[in-house]
């Protein structure tokens, strides 16, 4: 949570003096052996499975997609703004387990999505 936040911060500074595009791929050139560091300097398995390593793949896709619209809506939009609707993907995330993924659907899992919803709502006001 603590990181997160930091990034959108460092984010918004990031589009607001290059341009957002750059500002994402910089990002993700430093992420990128970050993450391989960790892997290979802790005991995390190197084991890929093809139908692993294509959902990894697509996922890393997605998060790209998502980084860069993040980057862009933060160069032109307010940080509380396009933070909060960015922090919403766990929304997204709910629906298709329910929908997708067979997750029960509860009054109380659709309650805390409403919640949400009306969170980012008041927000943005």
Do not use: C, H, K
């Not at 791929?25 to 970050?34: G, K, N, T």
């Not at 802790?42 to 997609?65: K, P």
């Amino acid at each position: 949570m603590v990181t997160w936040g930091i990034w959108v911060v460092l984010g918004n500074a990031a589009s607001e003096s290059i341009d957002p595009r750059t500002a994402a791929a910089i990002s993700y050139l430093v992420a990128a052996p970050f993450a391989l560091g960790l892997i290979l300097f802790s005991d995390a398995s190197l084991s890929i499975t093809v139908r692993g390593g294509l959902l990894a793949g697509a996922a890393g896709l997605f998060t790209g997609i998502g980084l860069i619209s993040m980057y862009v809506g933060l160069s032109g939009g307010s940080t509380t703004i396009v933070s909060t609707i960015g922090a919403m993907y766990f929304v997204v995330a709910a629906i298709i387990g329910m929908v997708v993924l067979g997750d029960e659907v509860t009054l109380t899992r659709l309650t805390g999505i409403s919640f949400a919803v009306i969170g980012v709502v008041l927000v943005t006001q």
